[in-house]
């Protein structure tokens, strides 16, 4: 497996990121322990001078860790047809007891390396970089969880055997298995419908609400807390209810099997803007707590309503696409609103 192209940049990719996440830990060592914006002496100076040379460094990093999950989850997908059984994705991924951790590693560096540039962006606005000390930390957190990701997924690639005969998305993904997925599965529609438009709603009105006095620490972190949970809510109708409309069957409820040109590629419509959605809101909830520091107080301000109302399109955009995949659909289902 480690010789297909996909799989070796794959493997680049993180290995790379993780390569230059320690680089970045290495200055952020001596930002924790040195910086002080009040001292003109030369290692300050220094310090100062690669500050932006290492936040550019780090960007490109997440930004190639995106990359990286999108790589991975079409990868997979394209993989379904290697392995017995297999009919996705989901059974590329359950090939080998790795495939799901690495993929919940690859979004948890996603929502974490967001949150993180968006708090760079923020400290870059303020002449004094009152935030410096705590992004470096917080940076110093992510090289753990990027190097974990590089070890596992290399692990799982080195622990695929296609003569494996591996479970397709119909034995996990069905109401009446076992574990998680097939508990989501077994959700009823109508409440899972329920409960992703509801919280839509209340994530359109907290996100008004933080849009107009977004200085608030609190109106930020409500935000954020329902845009997670929004997202949770989601991920759950979508398996549970919305992909049985775009397949048009009342029993197919793989997450994957929706990001295939059969469908027209619905799944990344609907994927895209609510991962990159709650990401902001995620975001927003984080740099909303610094208002109270002078020179962050516009900043805070200008910033919050930026990525609010970015938050507040995609999610928007997620639900009408998902609200058009269920009214174009040829499936009727009972215990449903229509």
Not at 17 to 30: E, N, S, W
Not at 68 to 81: H, I, K, P, T
Not at 167 to 178: E, P, V, Y
Request: neutral net charge; proline residues 4%.
């Amino acid at each position: 497996m480690l010789i297909s192209p996909a799989v070796l940049a794959l493997n680049g990719v993180s290995f790379t990121v993780t390569l230059m996440l320690i680089l970045a830990a290495g200055f952020a060592l001596q930002v924790v322990r040195h910086w002080d914006i009040t001292s003109g002496s030369e290692r300050q100076l220094e310090l100062e001078r690669r500050t932006y040379l290492i936040a550019t460094l780090v960007t490109w990093s997440f930004a190639a860790a995106v990359v990286s999950l999108l790589l991975f989850v079409y990868n997979a997908e394209q993989m379904a047809s290697q392995f017995v059984g297999a009919m996705c994705a989901t059974g590329v991924l359950n090939a080998h007891p790795l495939g799901w951790p690495t993929l919940f590693l690859k979004i948890l560096i996603f929502f974490a390396g967001a949150a993180w540039l968006m708090l760079n962006r923020l400290d870059n606005q303020a002449p004094d970089y009152p935030l410096v000390r705590v992004k470096y930390w917080l940076l110093l957190g992510l090289l753990p969880l990027a190097a974990l990701e590089a070890g596992v997924q290399l692990g799982y690639f080195l622990g695929l055997d296609p003569d494996v005969i591996t479970s397709c998305c119909g034995s996990l993904f069905t109401a009446d298995g076992d574990g998680v997925a097939a508990t989501v599965a077994a959700l009823d529609p109508g409440w899972s419908l329920a409960a992703m438009y509801g919280l839509g709603l209340i994530v359109a009105g907290l996100g008004t609400v933080h849009g107009w006095r977004a200085r608030r620490a609190a109106s930020g972190v409500g935000f954020a807390l329902a845009g997670a949970l929004a997202f949770a809510a989601a991920l759950a109708a979508i398996v549970s209810c919305v992909a049985l409309y775009v397949y048009a069957h009342p029993h197919h409820h793989c997450p994957f099997c929706i990001l295939k040109s059969g469908h027209g590629f619905i799944g990344y419509w609907l994927y895209l803007p609510l991962f990159s959605a709650t990401a902001l809101s995620l975001g927003v909830g984080l740099i909303s707590g610094w208002g109270r520091i002078p020179s962050l107080t516009a900043a805070v301000r200008a910033d919050g309503r930026r990525f609010t109302a970015l938050a507040l399109a995609l999610f928007a955009l997620f639900y009408a696409v998902a609200t058009y995949a269920i009214l174009t659909s040829n499936l009727t289902m009972t215990g449903v609103w229509w």
